[in-house]
């Protein structure tokens, strides 16, 4: 099975953004952790992580429409 660059490149940064996404929310709410649940400034911290997982993947989408293959 031949994946064509471009493909293997997009699954790439796919796969890195969700993990570090993945990262990034998993830390935050065990940073922020309070007894049962997550305090106020731990929901900031989640919001910020998917307000830069949003960011990184558009910015990712952009690149990746300007390059030649």
């Known amino acids: 099975m031949d994946i064509e660059r471009e493909t293997l490149l997009q699954i790439v940064i796919s796969a890195v953004a969700v993990v570090l996404f ?22 900031y911290a989640l919001i910020g992580a998917i307000g830069l997982f949003v960011v990184f993947m558009t910015a990712a989408g952009l690149w990746l429409e300007r390059q030649q293959f």
């Open 22 to 43: 993945v990262g990034a929310t998993i830390t935050a709410s065990q940073m922020y952790l309070d007894g049962s649940s997550v305090e106020a400034t731990g929901g």
